[in-house]
DNA sequence: CTGCATCCACCGGGATACTG
DNA sequence: CAGTATCCCGGTGGATGCAG
């Protein structure tokens, strides 16, 4: 038994490899910072335009209303006009909208628990960068 | 009853609102297509530069190196290297690398479950566009 | 085979000014 | 208040070429 080298677990293989495919274009759209700032704003209940403007703190318009209008297409966030002087406009998570928390928050989770973890390894890493950088490999001189 | 306009449930406000902000770095580095696409690959167990390179198809040499290094600094692979000649590196998951795939799941089950819904908003939302689109807002000329 | 270095095109996104 | 239109710069990422 045994073959030549491929050890590949076929049996979840193609789930793991091709499962991941699908998760990219869902990753582009919702998984920009100010997607997130914006759902985790809304998480909260409807909000007007400039509530979220300043909640957020350092969008710009631009991205604000793209962002909206983007999480709108997808049907994530409801938007409501009142055309009243001056006018108001409501957002508001759909019932989509608040699905996506789900998987937020699992990253959430990761985040708070692995983010140590991961800035305890950068710092090794620059060390070990350094140390071998005495007899680092430099084929063209730096200029 | 019932006040002016502040439904908020402040009990989870700071929570959701804050939390988020957490996730941004977080986001900000596992959260491109293609580290995503190489976490995926490694899921599978340990393989090789190339192994990789043409499992992925579409990254460039650039792009896999760039994003296995980074990988390697946050930890979240191991990057073996056998001194042959040929040479041959094989880049694994490390346990924390291993710990992502749970999040990512999530977004993975989150991304099947609810990109029919998605599409189906974003094709709505085009006819929409396209009836409002005749009485539509034009200040300034089209050039 | 594995990987760095360079050049370069593209566009994401900020600042600003203007309209309804 | 709630956007829209424009300019413009920096970073992202592809293509290529070269070195261990």
Known sequence: MSDTNIPVRATE????????????????????????MVVGSLSNGPMRYNQIARLIEGISQRMLTLTLKSLEQDGLVSR???PTIPPRVDYELTDLGRSLIVPLRSLHSW???HQPAMLAAREEFAKREQQTGLRQTRFTDPK
Do not use: F, N, Q
Request: proline share 3%; glycine share 6%.
């Open 13 to 36: 293989a193609s789930d793991s490899r091709e499962g991941c495919r699908e998760v990219i274009p869902t990753l582009a759209r919702i998984g920009d910072k100010w997607t997130v």
């Open 111 to 113: 985040a708070v628990e």
């Open 80 to 82: 409501t006009m009142y």
